[in-house]
């Protein structure tokens, strides 16, 4: 799921912050003239010293595995991509005959790094090693396998594959029996909420805050979800669905590894960041009823058009959320935090939008649209919603419609646990400079994602951190994503030693 990220300050030896820097330098072409020569003076450039690494490979070969590690691994990466429901394009939705097909590719690929493997009643694809000690809490790690329509190829897979093929390296070696826990991947069968328009359905499973009635939403063909696993061979019921729930104490913490889906890296040239927090999200369903006519016969006095509302209603939602200290207040203490985060996290989106009967010639006689919200900040979140339920209510009321809104998806902001970032950063710290063969100098990126990722649903079960990893151009969700192989190398490299520390 992607949306812009937001950073902070850029400096040398500081991490990244919003508020710092990218309001002081809108506010203040001086300061933005003074960073520039700054980050010029600074070690970091795009290429990060990684262009010719290649080069040395055949000297430091024994240690950066890169047959594994960055060859194989991209390999992989562009044979899932073409494993497809699309003719044409890349789609895997939940339980497709290409997610299933998807699934058991990886399953194979999990084998192959020495995991013992199994499907659970959710369609989740899982592989556990269980170490020296198989009663230790585990560490999980993994991403989804589905996809978004018309999608790119690195979103979720990447996150499945870099951590695969850092165990094969540690199997290879003789090393896998050597973890000191248990550590499970795990492929989510659903996070993008593509098929059933409800997100996290593989992970939520896992983290046990899935409900039972899930299972009798319908897709648009009205499939229910029961019936898509059971039409693939899989029986659940509600007492196996609660089965899924792993047990808090059983699991020490949970790792993802995803693709950006933001410019930053590429614009600080730097390959990996650990993410610090993930914004909260909801969506909104906004209906709108008002009088469907002749579009030449109603005068514009005597109009109950919907279009006009919605029309109104969108543009109050973007002056809403680019300038939200123009509509909101706070008390006290509240005030300057909600307000920083907010104009630094805040990023608002109608998606989609229709109409009935959708005619040239006919005045609608209602219009419904899609109200996407993001920001780290719950509390100020919560109070743009509120903010912008009661405008558009006076501007439906104003132009004689009736308005309704549908909650359709909320979930709070999470922040990544500090022990697992700071291990994530050295273990970049450890990566880059295997690829180097220097030590790294430059802080490495500290990041907020504005996109939603399985750990949000993984933080109601235990502890979370995350890698991003940089994409051209910032781009996702969209055939142009792409990640440099070196990129996916580096990732790799950083997995590897992070697992190391687990030895």
Known sequence: MATVTRVTKISHHSAIDPSSIFTSCFRNSLVLVCYLVLLLSSNISPSFGLSGVGEEDENRGSDLYPEILRDEAVARLHQLGGVSDGDGYLERTFMSPAAVRAGNLIREWM????????????????????????????????????????AGKFDGSLGIISVLAALKVLNINGKLGELSRPVEVIA?????????????????????????????????????IQDALKKNSIEITEENLLQLKYDPKSVWGYVEIHIEQGPVLEWVGYPLAVVKGIAGQTRLKVTMR?????????????????????????????????????????????KSFSMESLSTSLVCTVGEISTWPSASNVIPGQVTFTVDLRTIDDMGREAVVYEFSNRMYQICDKRSVSCTID???????????????????????????????????DEVPVLMSGAGHDAM???????VGMLFVRCRGGISHSPEEHVLDDDVWASGLAILAFIETQM
Not at 318 to 330: G, V
Not at 424 to 440: D, Q, W
């Open 111 to 150: 084998e192959d790094a020495g995991l013992r493997t199994w499907v659970d009643s959710l369609g989740n694809v899982h592989g556990r090693v269980e170490g020296r000690n198989a009663s230790a809490e585990a560490l999980l790690m993994g991403s989804h396998l589905d996809t978004v329509v018309d």
């Open 188 to 224: 989510f069968s659903d996070e993008e909420g593509v098929r059933f328009q409800s997100t996290f359905l593989g992970s939520a499973a896992v983290a046990g805050i899935l409900p039972v009635s899930a299972l009798k939403i319908t897709d648009k063909s009205d499939v229910t």
């Open 290 to 334: 008002g009088s469907q006519g002749h579009a030449g016969t109603v005068p514009m006095s005597m109009r109950h058009d919907p279009m006009a509302s919605a029309a109104e209603a969108i543009v109050l939602l973007e002056s809403l959320c680019k300038h939200p200290q123009d509509f909101l207040s706070f008390d006290g203490h509240c």
């Open 407 to 441: 909650h359709k998806h909320d979930a709070d902001a999470v922040i990544c646990d500090s022990e697992l970032s700071s291990k994530l950063k050295s273990a970049t710290y450890i990566g880059l400079k295997r690829m180097t063969g220097a030590a790294i100098e």
């Open 457 to 463: 649903a993984l933080s109601h079960l235990t502890k």
